[in-house]
């Protein structure tokens, strides 16, 4: 009985000095603000109404009934994009019916109660790129979201954001002839093979076009390809080996297609095409772990230099987790990027406004400015320094982890 | 030591019986005390406290005991096959819009008799959560004896499922995101107004998609009824959720769209977060009725689910009404069913005290006046 | 904003001057609509009082202390603690099982989690009391124990007694198959263990007396070798050695009646079978679960041997088990409407589901049991089929003070339970809804 009345005495006591979060207005006092958008702030303010930054500079007047925040010596930068984020997705993730499934929205099976999301706000991610499978050559349309709201409409930034294609071996999980199973079990067709994977990309893309060209509509899946022919969908391709790249900016060369490439992992030795063709790139994790590797160990083993050198060439690089969960946090990529070669400025950019641009939500997310989201991390130091603590993450102008 | 059943001949629905008891819980117009019922050709002829009996016309003195209406169970699969557990999914094909699930059902078996002596007298049978568009469900009134009528709706509506066991890893869809875009392609199909030969399946959607009839949709976690309610909006239909266990997290966008709840049967293993949930529901405007879900549970939990409700949260009005009248709003057979009112079906339930108490046990079932149960005594 | 502060922080200090008020010897008073004592009728209108932890008196008149404690629960009924002779609860799936065959001497306290979390709900419902025992899948797997709710993280702070029965089972299967061969194994396994024991006794009891001979002529020749250290004198010789077996020994204890042998059997020919066991060795037979009883309650009743049942209906886990088969709701109704000494246990597959212990009651009333048996059959008869019917069950002076007050009759489904006390301490309060 003594203990529960000493406790509440303590918690009420604590209480009086702790204050609640709920006015409108809040203020964030931090020693350094890297913005992303221009140079770092020391000593300043950000004012945060509504969920938007109002106000972001030095000097400026803290209304009365604002809530404030002191982050002290503490740094602060916008919350972080991760343009291949693992999936938050109840049930399986790869829809085995088909290869080519263009109408399939990853944004249908999302579940805002995944612990995943709550993994990846802890380490301060605040915008998420979730794509569909990567078993099926086209796998269908990925979705922007943040890790807020009870039901998924509420966590969409951007529906139908790109469609996913996948060229490494991984499309053709799967996909072979069982031994003793009947040949009309479903899993029995293509692709097996590299070559039919470009195969089936290429009939897609033909198909599509002689539909757009007809003019009619009869196939969604086709319509939805002959937007990605239109530039109305941007293309996501999964492709790893520099072999795959290649193939995939031929196959890219005869539609007109403009894509963007995910993983990217022997992308050095093309630096120079992806270039000149103004390819962005969304690298995938900077180690595989090999539990998490799966059947299809090519092109798997990373070249750290990788960023470094691609940045270098003038290719707009983004920095991710790659769909791993729990072990990949995105400060350590740009860190291993920092260390083997990559600018500190344009790797911290590579986990903020650059996938932002790439995914197309720059106008909400991916640095502070007046206008934008609140979505803000406060770290306990430098951004790139290992010991360095994710103290405080504010989404929507809401703090959501401390 | 057997409990008998009373399967009456044919001719007595024609008899009159007048129905003496302590406490008659109308549903839908209080508990009357010390009333009488008087029953005619079937149907309720008059119910209230000072009622004269006319002559001659036979007396059932339960002048200590309750009586309610039959209990309509909303969705269950009893009287399927013995290997229960493959009758109610035709898990071979994902779209199986025209089964019948009415062509699978025995009325001759145990589950029947069981039905009836836990107070049950009509249920809507229907497919189980394994198909995204499965089949046609039905509302049966269980007294079999009788030749017609027991079917009161042959097909109700079209049963879909938005849930995860609706993905299976040999049969598509095999990912959610495919489970929505089969939907959403059929549903497209239905849709439209070609005409290319025999298509049950595009007629059957057809009735969904243009002609308002209800679409029962599986679903149970916030995301799933979240997907649910996203083909509700999109194609602006007439729906009912099924077991939406975790509804009363998002329950005014529930109740915002006017969604029914069928809900799953609480158990005595329930945890007493979950057991809140259907309180919150009702309290928040959303219309309930319970369902046993049999044979994933047993028919008694019918009963005893609506009394953990009340246990928990639910008042006690709502929590009969979730038993009788809301389940037979939701299926659409209300005019008949579903109270103890002027003019319905004689569907009674008679308890030895209080409906809502589990030391409560069932002495007599009536269906369209006739006895249909009565609980043998040791 | 300030002037919040200030308050909360006078508040908070004021609040910290009266807990250091609070002496654990403080008296409490439960000032209560109806007693039910189970042991005696319902008392209207009267005082129970405690001190030290116990119930010190029931009564109208009673004098309490001035600085009591005083819990006004007019209008409202209160009762023992109940106890759930059947519970899962603290158990962790696999982890009371031990595939050897006979492991009587195993301790059932070494594998419960008390961090489980259904704890405080089952509490919260007027469960102040679970008996948990080994699981079914050994012959003979270890004794059980009583364990009270009283939110410890410490097993052995919640202890109440443990090695209250020695368990065993017979004709359970554990994978929903059931070889009859395998049931007449078990029996014979059982009847063998039992029969070694018996040789056991024997052995201990015969080299118990020589080695108390030996001890005498050793005292003598020690005696003598100290008056007369030259002479020669035989030395006695030393029995041979006898090793302890525990498991013997646990055995040995049922056989001499110290603890009972509680044996799970379900199907009649199985409660037989564990009725000639009884018959034969003379031990202290329970039987548990009981699941065909109702077949041959006048034979049960006639054995005197007590019974734990569960669970009274399909609605407390599924029981998809081959034993469950001919599992009647009625079963309870019928073995103590015969005078078969009755408790009953919820048996849920979930340890949560011993919080609707009253409910199982209720249950058993619908369906014929009389409401007073009823009642105490989750109350005084499991205390004293588990032998600590001197601590609690019901409320009487010099019992523990195990009470809860409920908002209606425990077997009104619809009450709430208002307040619990374990042992004069709170565990639960009502905090009120809406």
Known sequence: MRIHVILLTFLLLVSAFVAPGRAEVTVIKAGKILTMSGEPITDGVILVEDGKIAEIGTGIEIPEEAVVIDAGKSVVTPGFVDASAPAPVRGDLNEQSGEITPTLRISDALDPQSKTLKRVVQMGVTTLFVSPGPQNVIGGLGVVVKPSGKIPQQMIVKDEAALRIVMDLDATQGNRIPRYQSPTNFYYRRPGTRMAIIWMLRKSFFDAQRQADSEQIEDPNLAILSAALNDEIPIHVNARRAIVIRAALKVADEYGL???????????????????????????????YPGNMGQYREGRKVNWNNAGIL????????????????????????????RHGMDRDEALKAITITPAEILGVAERVGSLEKGKDADIVILSGDPLDVTTRVEKVILNGKTVYQ | MS????????????????????????????????????????????????????????????????????????????????????????????????????DAFNPYSDDVKKALSCGVTTIMLAPGNRNPVGGLPAVLKLDISKANDWVLVRAAGVEFSVMNEALMFDREPTSRAGLMDLIREELD???????????????????????????????????????????????????????????DEIADMIAERNLPVIYPPLLLSSRDKDLKRAGKMANSGIKIAFASLTPRTDLHDLRTSAILAAKYGLDTETALKSLTINAAEILGVADRLGSISEGKDADLVILNGDPLQLTSSIEMVLINGNIVYQRQEE | MKNIKGFVILASLLLLFLSVGTLSGQEIAIKAGTILPISDAPIENSTILIKDRKIAAIGQNIAVDADARVIDASGKYVMPGMIDSQSRLFVIDNELNERRSIAPELNILDGLDPYIKEAPEVAAQGVTAVYITPGSRSLIGGSGAVLKLNGSKDVGKMLLKDNIAVKAAIGVSSNNQSSSLGRLANYSSIREALLETK????????????????????????????????????????????????????????????????????????????????????????????????????????????????????????????????????????????????????????????????????????????????LRAVTLTPAEILGVADRIGSLQVGKDADIVILSGHPLDSLSQVEMVLIEGKTVFERKDQQ
Request: glycine share 6%; charged share 30%; proline share 4%.
């Open chain 1, 258 to 288: 403009k894509l963007i490439f995910q993983e990217c992992t022997e992308g050095y030795k093309v630096a120079k095409q992806l270039a000149e063709k103004k390819i962005p790139v969304v690298l995938g994790p900077f180690y595989y």
């Open chain 1, 311 to 338: 940045a270098k060439a003038g290719v707009k690089v983004a920095l991710s987790s790659g769909e791993q969960s729990g072990a990949i946090d995105m400060l350590t990529a740009a860190a291993f990027a920092v």
């Open chain 2, 3 to 102: 409990i008998s059943f009373c399967l009456t001949s044919s001719g007595s629905e024609s008899q009159s019986l007048a129905i003496r008891a302590s406490k008659i819980w109308t549903i839908t117009d209080g508990v009357i005390t010390n009333g009488v019922i008087i029953i005619n050709e079937g149907k309720i002829q008059s119910v209230g406290e000072n009622i004269e009996i006319p002559e001659g016309i036979r007396v059932l003195d339960m002048s200590d005991k309750d009586v309610m209406p039959g209990m309509i169970d909303a969705h269950c699969h009893i009287g399927l096959s013995l290997d229960i557990f493959s009758e109610m999914d035709e898990t071979v094909a994902a779209v199986a819009a025209d089964m019948l699930i009415l």
């Open chain 2, 189 to 247: 199909k239905a849709k439209e107004d070609k005409d290319d030969g025999f298509n049950p399946t595009r007629d059957i959607l057809k009735r969904v998609v243009v002609a308002n009839k209800t679409a029962y949709i599986w679903a149970r976690n916030v995301d799933e009824i979240a997907s649910a309610m996203a083909i509700v909006d999109e194609y602006e239909l007439k729906a009912v959720l099924v077991t939406a266990e975790q509804g």
């Open chain 3, 199 to 374: 040789i056991y006794m024997h052995n201990k009891e015969k080299h118990d007396r020589e080695q108390a001979k030996y001890n005498k002529k050793k005292a003598e020749y020690d005696k003598k070798k100290e008056a007369r250290p030259t002479e020669k004198v035989e030395k006695p010789k030393r029995p041979a050695r006898f090793r302890p077996n525990p498991t013997r020994e646990v055995l040995a204890k049922v056989l001499s009646k110290e603890i009972p042998l509680q044996i799970e059997v379900h199907r009649v020919t199985d409660i037989l079978n564990a009725l000639r066991l009884a018959d034969e060795f003379g031990f202290k037979l329970i039987l548990d679960k009981c699941t065909e009883g109702y077949l041959i309650a006048e034979e049960i009743a006639r054995s005197k041997s007590p019974v734990i049942l569960g669970p009274v209906s399909s609605s407390f886990a599924d029981m998809p088990r081959l034993e469950y088969r001919h599992h009647d709701i009625r079963n309870a109704a019928i073995l103590s409407g015969k005078g078969v000494k009755l408790a009953l246990g919820v048996s849920g597959r979930d340890g949560a589901s011993s919080k609707f212990v009253a409910l199982a009651a209720a249950i058993a009333v619908a369906n014929g049991m009389d409401r007073d048996m009823a």
